[in-house]
C-alpha cells in the first residue's frame, strides 16, 4: 500500500523560480529517496537521504528529512523547463527490506 | 552504469493473449528484481519482488496467476501477463537492485529502473 502523500499534487512556476515539494510518511524508514519522472517514461534516481540524516544537496536540489515530523522535503533552485516532470518520494521502511514505497508524487510544470 | 531495459516499449494485443515483457540488468547483477503497475497520472504499486532463482513474493491483492514472474538469471527477469483484458491495460515498470552496488547495506540501497513498457490490450 501507498504510504507516502505529497503536496502538492501539481506545481506550477515560472523559470528560474524555486520549486518545493513535500513529502509525507507514516512508519519508521531505513532512508527516503526522491525520483523524477518524464511524461511516459521510466523512473529517475535523484537524491538519496538517510534517516540519520538531516539535509543533502546534490546539484540545484535540497532534500531535508524530518523523522520527528515524518516529513521531506524537495527543494530545486533556479529551476529550468526541462525540470517539467513528476516528482515521486518513495521510502525503505525499516522492516520491508529493499521494497520502496511510493508517494502519490507532485506534477511540476516549470514554464519559459 | 547500472542501466536497466526493458523490452518491448510498447505493446498492443489482442483480449485474451498473453504478454511477455522482459527486464535486463544490463551491466550489473541484479539479485532482486520488482515489478510496478502505474496507472496514468497516479503513482507507482509494487506488484511483486523477484529473487534470482527462487518465486516472487507478491503483494497482496495480485494475481500469482494472472501475472507470471519469472527471474531465471541474475540479469533478466520476465512478467508475463496471462489472458490479458482491458482492465490490464497499463504501464509496467521493472527495477532492479544489487546490494554491492551500494556497499551491501540496506540504508543506503538504491534501486535502478527500467524506462518502462506500455500495455495497451483491445
Known amino acids: 500500500s501507498q504510504q507516502g502523500e505529497e503536496d502538492p499534487q501539481a506545481l506550477s512556476i515560472q523559470e528560474g523560480e524555486n520549486a518545493t515539494m513535500n513529502c509525507s510518511y507514516k512508519t519508521s524508514i531505513n532512508n527516503l529517496q526522491w525520483y523524477r519522472q518524464n511524461s511516459g517514461r521510466g523512473l529517475v534516481h535523484l537524491i538519496l537521504?538517510?534517516?540519520?540524516?538531516r539535509e543533502k544537496h546534490s546539484g540545484r536540489l535540497r532534500v531535508t528529512l524530518d523523522t520527528s515530523k515524518k516529513s521531506s522535503s524537495l527543494l530545486i533552485t533556479a529551476s529550468r523547463a526541462a525540470d517539467t516532470a513528476s516528482y515521486f518520494c518513495?521510502?525503505?521502511?525499516?522492516?520491508?527490506?529493499?521494497?520502496?514505497?511510493f508517494g502519490e508524487g507532485t506534477q511540476l510544470t516549470v514554464n519559459p | 552504469g547500472a542501466v536497466v531495459s526493458q523490452h518491448p516499449s510498447r505493446v498492443i494485443c489482442k483480449s485474451g493473449t498473453s504478454v511477455k515483457i522482459e527486464c535486463r540488468s544490463l551491466d550489473f547483477q541484479a539479485t532482486t528484481m520488482f515489478w510496478y503497475r502505474q496507472f496514468p497520472k497516479k503513482s507507482l504499486m509494487l506488484m511483486a519482488t523477484?529473487?534470482?532463482?527462487?518465486?516472487?513474493?507478491?503483494e497482496q491483492g495480485v494475481e500469482k496467476d494472472k501475472f507470471l514472474i519469472n527471474h531465471a538469471s541474475l540479469t533478466l527477469s520476465t512478467l508475463t501477463v496471462t489472458s490479458a483484458h482491458p482492465e490490464d491495460s497499463s504501464f509496467y515498470i521493472c527495477s532492479a537492485r544489487n546490494p554491492g552496488l551500494a556497499g551491501g547495506k540496506p540504508s543506503t540501497d538504491t534501486q535502478y529502473f527500467g524506462p518502462g513498457t506500455r500495455l495497451t490490450v483491445l
Open positions: 518513495a521510502t525503505v521502511q525499516e522492516t520491508s527490506g529493499s521494497r520502496l514505497t
Open positions: 523477484s529473487n534470482e532463482g527462487s518465486k516472487a513474493t507478491y
Open positions: 537521504i538517510r534517516s540519520n540524516e
